[in-house]
């Protein structure tokens, strides 16, 4: 008998014996994200109400807002009725105002009466110390009294006999001096014409030729020391050419350095710095402009500031050491003057400034005018000073000697060194340059007038 169980008859079993396995698909991102985010919604919902949950207990134990405003108001009642009660409790036991008032006042009265009682008794009782007081003191009580009466004296002379007021007092004292001034041109006019004309001749006392002669008297009159005097021609020249020289340099190395921080090129030609570039360059730029021609005036005018301190420190006035100070701050002053004077003519230099600044004539005419004004001050300072270097002490009391010692000592070495410096090339027909040397011109005019001297004895 066959048995139909599979043990029985045992087969080999295959893959396919087996139901086929369903494959699972892959699930999208958007199915993952969705199942995330009910899962995290979930999770979220049960802290919402766990912490709303916590919310409801806690509004059941506090009060709410306007119970809270109701508490508030309940206490600040019960404080103020405290303190009224208080306030009323005290006031039982002080006195009124009107009562205070009496207090007071009846306070005041003794101590008033006290008072009376005690200064009775000092003036009664005078002691030894207070009479010599009022012993001493009588003199000035008397001087007191005088002067009250010196006073109402001088209101009742007032009142009699009246004076003009302050206008009226200038207005007497302008026509006095009016009339004292046309007096005097009119005496001076006569003078003159009876010194100047003879009256029968109808001509001039002095003639050309006789003041030529008094000219020349007077030169021969002077103690001159030749070899001295041309010596010191000769110093007064070189310095004055190697001052002036010197600071030219040191103005256009200044100019020079800041030039080439800027990356300016620049050259040594005909006595001066000239720039290579053309002036609508990118390199000349506001900044520039203003540093470039800037630098040299500025530099200028701190060595002729340190040197004049130093002059000014020199005990002999009349040393060789004090003429080359003076003349290097006088120079350097001379340089910067004239430079600003130059470049109102000209645009260049200063003027090339004034250019890139827009500054317009109306201000431009008061710089110049101002350059001159000082060129001039440092003239009228420097003839004064220019007297003391003479040897001799021979006092001047007169112009025409004066005029022959400035001659000497100024004039000549003066213009014997623009010479020089013209021929040593610094010029080489620069406009800007003459300009300087005819402000060196322009500063010797105030030196033409009288200086009065003080007499050595």
Known sequence: MENPSSLANPKKLSLKDFPAEKKRKKESWWKKYRRRQKRNAKYHHKEKNIKH?????????????????ILDFQENRKERRELRAERNRIRKHQPSFIKRLKHDFREYRQEQHWKNKQSAKRKGQRNF????????LGPLLDFRDEVIAERAEKKLRKVKFPQPNLFQRLWEDYKEVRDTAQQRKYLDRMVRKSLSFVVEEDKRVFSLREELEHMRDTWKGLPWNWPREIQNMIAVTIVFVLTFSILFG???????????????????????????????????TYSSVLSVYSVGPF???????IFQRLQKKVKDQGSFK???????YVNAYILVFGTFLAGYFTDRGFGY?????YIPWIVEVPLALFSVVMLWVIGYRLGKKMLVFRHSSFFIDTVLPQLYYKLIYFYIPIIVGIGILFLMGLNNNDFTQNVVYVSILTMLTPTLRFIPEKSQN
Do not use: E, N
């Open 53 to 69: 949950i916590g919310r409801q207990k806690q509004k059941k134990k506090s009060p709410g807002f306007f119970k809270r405003i």
């Open 322 to 328: 004090s003429l080359v100070l003076m003349w290097i």
């Open 129 to 136: 110390w207070s009479a010599i007081l009022l012993f001493f």
């Open 250 to 284: 040191v103005f256009q190395l200044s100019k020079f350095l800041v030039a080439a921080a800027y990356s300016i090129p620049g050259v040594w030609r005909d006595g001066m710095i000239v720039f290579t570039i053309p002036d609508p360059s990118p390199l000349w």
């Open 299 to 305: 530099v200028l005018v701190i060595i002729g500031f």
């Open 353 to 357: 400034v004034m250019g890139w600044l």
